[in-house]
Structures are given as C-alpha cells and as structure tokens.
C-alpha cells in the first residue's frame, strides 16, 4: 500500500510540468469480463484496455470497482438461476483480482456484492482475505434495489457496513436507489443512510460515488439528498469525519453543463479536499477517461480547486 502511495507521489510530481492538470488516480473505474459483456451491451475490457485508456488520458491509477454486484439485481432480465448466482458473483470478483495483480503499481481492486443477497456476509469474509480485494467493498444501490426507505433493507445495510468495518475495508457506495423501478429518493434516504447506516462503519474511509447521484446531474432529487450532507458537513458532524464524494460521471452526461454552476457550488461546500476524481467505466455510452477529464476541467472550478482534487489521495492509496 505504501508502494502505491510513494509512486503516486512521484507520479503526480513529474505530471507537474503538464500542459494540463491531470488525475493522480481515477477513483471510479470498472473492468468489463467477457462474462458481462456476453450478459450486456458492454464491450469487454480488460486491465490492459483500461492502463491505455488511463494512458491516453495521463492519468497514472486507477481504483477498479468488481462488477460482481450486478449478477444478484433482481431486476435484471438475464439474472442467473439462485444455485449459479453466487459461483458468478465469486468468478467475477477473483478475475477482477487477477486482472489487477497484472498492474500492481497502477490499479487497486474492490470487491463488490448485492449487500442483500444471502451470501453477502460470507463474500465479504472471503475478499478480506484476498490480497487483491481486502482494501474495499462496492455496493451498488441502485443496481441491488436496496431500499432506504425499508426497515429491513436499512438493517441489513447495518450489517454490512459493520463487516466491511471489521475487515478494515474501505467502503464505495452507489447511494442513488433504483431508477428503473422508480425507487423513492431524496433527503429522507440520505438521512437514513447518515443516521442509520454510516454509523456502522466509523472506522473505515466511506466514498458516495457521483455526489450521491447515478451520473449526471439532472435529477433534482440527487441535489436534494446532496444537501443532507452539505448541511452535516457545515455542522461539522463527526460521523462524515472519513467520508469523502466521487465526481465520476457527473461532469459529461445528460444536461449537467446547465447545472455547472450548482455541481461547483456543492463541490465547494463539501470541500475540496473531500472531493476524489473518477470517470466510471468506459462503455455503454460512458465517457474514456480522457473525456470524462475533458468534461470535469469545464466546470467552472478554479484552477487551484482542480489542481487539489486532481492530486487528492484516498486514505486507502495512503
């Protein structure tokens, strides 16, 4: 782990001279394995596709997020049958972890699960263990149909966080609950997650992906669940102490250039030292990282706003 975040302190030095500012690391990236694009309309992409792209982009890490989630959303068309769901989940993970350890100076890897599933527990346990996985967990909401409006759901959340927090494992989170089954959101599901689910997992790094949205910045609830937050952060609420917010896909999709003003106004509140770059995965009409880096620069942030978010670097990179 040190290794990592000595090289990317050389790294970031020599990119000083840049003719533009560029990530240190990319805090929100996936692979694609042929087993999800065959399941999809992804293209697959391997470690070697993603150093390339992050190559081309002259960013120099990148935090890889498993995409084994994917194989318990119950509202996904192929979903596999119950007695296959767990084998694929651990496939995916293992070969994330595989693809990673071909890059061990450039990529970190996080494992990943639908945090309801029956299994979740027992996967956990068993990344904690893998030398490739033990620094992080990813949970998808959106994509799990987790609920925080649901009593169970949120207990089960509980569970979980405080595993990964036994495990020492750092936690990424899709906050944002499913767009498709028109989930309900907003600031009473950012509050339960504050009171309800954070405080299970104290002692760990906790990263909301897309400033707690699901890309863009259309959506008017995501600002609204935003604002709990802000709100906690100007209060200097103890419990957001090792929290910290990914801009991935928020720059470059939808009508976010309408809302640049605002998404530079909440990064500001927030702090910018709390503020991780990431681009999401390169596929299915996301942007490369080079693309996505484009679209950031054109928030109306200050050059040193992005200088130190551009060389920001994660508790669990230290």
Same mark, same amino acid.
Request: net charge neutral.
């Given at each position: 782990?040190?290794?990592?975040?000595?090289?990317?302190?050389?790294?970031?030095?020599?990119?000083?001279?840049?003719?533009?500012?560029?990530?240190?690391?990319?805090?929100?990236?996936?692979?694609?394995?042929?087993?999800?694009?065959?399941?999809?309309?992804?293209?697959?992409?391997?470690?070697?596709?993603?150093?390339?792209?992050?190559?081309?982009?002259?960013?120099?890490?990148?935090?890889?997020?498993?995409?084994?989630?994917?194989?318990?959303?119950?509202?996904?068309?192929?979903?596999?049958?119950?007695?296959?769901?767990?084998?694929?989940?651990?496939?995916?993970?293992?070969?994330?972890?595989?693809?990673?350890?071909?890059?061990?100076?450039?990529?970190?890897?996080?494992?990943?699960?639908?945090?309801?599933?029956?299994?979740?527990?027992?996967?956990?346990?068993?990344?904690?263990?893998?030398?490739?996985?033990?620094?992080?967990?990813?949970?998808?909401?959106?994509?799990?149909?987790?609920?925080?409006? @649901?009593?169970?759901? #949120? &207990?089960? !959340?509980? /569970?979980?966080?405080?595993? +990964?927090? %036994?495990?020492?494992?750092? =936690?990424?989170?899709?906050?944002?609950?499913?767009?498709?089954?028109?989930?309900?959101?907003?600031?009473?599901?950012?509050?339960?997650?504050?009171?309800?689910?954070?405080?299970?997992?104290?002692?760990?790094?906790?990263?909301?992906?897309?400033?707690?949205?699901?890309?863009?910045?259309?959506?008017?609830?995501?600002?609204?669940?935003?604002?709990?937050?802000?709100?906690?952060?100007?209060?200097?609420?103890?419990?957001?102490?090792?929290?910290?917010? @990914?801009?991935?896909? #928020? &720059?470059? !999709?939808? /009508?976010?250039?309408?809302? +640049?003003? %605002?998404?530079?106004?909440? =990064?500001?509140?927030?702090?910018?030292?709390?503020?991780?770059?990431?681009?999401?995965?390169?596929?299915?009409?996301?942007?490369?990282?080079?693309?996505?880096?484009?679209?950031?620069?054109?928030?109306?942030?200050?050059?040193?706003?992005?200088?130190?978010?551009?060389?920001?670097?994660?508790?669990?990179?230290?």
């Amino acid at each position: 782990m040190r290794f990592l975040f000595l090289a990317a302190l050389v790294a970031w030095t020599s990119l000083q001279s840049a003719p533009a500012p560029v990530a240190l690391v990319d805090y929100h990236q996936h692979l694609f394995s042929p087993s999800i694009a065959a399941a999809g309309t992804f293209t697959a992409i391997d470690a070697e596709r993603l150093v390339a792209l992050l190559d081309e982009a002259g960013i120099k890490h990148a935090l890889v997020l498993s995409l084994a989630y994917s194989y318990g959303n119950p509202n996904r068309p192929t979903r596999p049958l119950p007695d296959r769901e767990y084998a694929l989940v651990k496939a995916e993970n293992d070969w994330t972890s595989a693809q990673v350890a071909r890059y061990p100076g450039r990529l970190v890897a996080f494992c990943s699960v639908n945090p309801l599933r029956p299994y979740a527990l027992d996967e956990i346990t068993r990344c904690a263990a893998d030398p490739g996985l033990r620094r992080g967990l990813k949970m998808h909401f959106g994509n799990s149909d987790v609920r925080l409006d @649901d009593a169970a759901h #949120v &207990a089960r !959340l509980r /569970e979980v966080f405080a595993a +990964a927090n %036994r495990h020492h494992m750092a =936690i990424v989170v899709h906050m944002r609950s499913t767009l498709s089954q028109k989930r309900p959101y907003g600031a009473a599901s950012a509050r339960a997650f504050l009171n309800d689910v954070l405080p299970a997992a104290p002692d760990v790094p906790v990263q909301i992906a897309h400033l707690a949205g699901a890309g863009g910045y259309d959506d008017p609830l995501v600002d609204e669940a935003l604002g709990v937050f802000v709100e906690a952060i100007a209060k200097d609420d103890p419990r957001l102490r090792r929290v910290y917010f @990914d801009v991935s896909g #928020v &720059a470059g !999709l939808g /009508e976010w250039r309408g809302k +640049a003003t %605002r998404i530079a106004e909440r =990064i500001r509140a927030i702090g910018v030292t709390r503020i991780l770059y990431g681009s999401d995965g390169a596929g299915a009409g996301n942007l490369t990282p080079a693309e996505a880096w484009k679209a950031f620069t054109d928030l109306p942030l200050t050059d040193d706003e992005r200088r130190i978010i551009a060389a920001n670097v994660a508790p669990y990179l230290r």
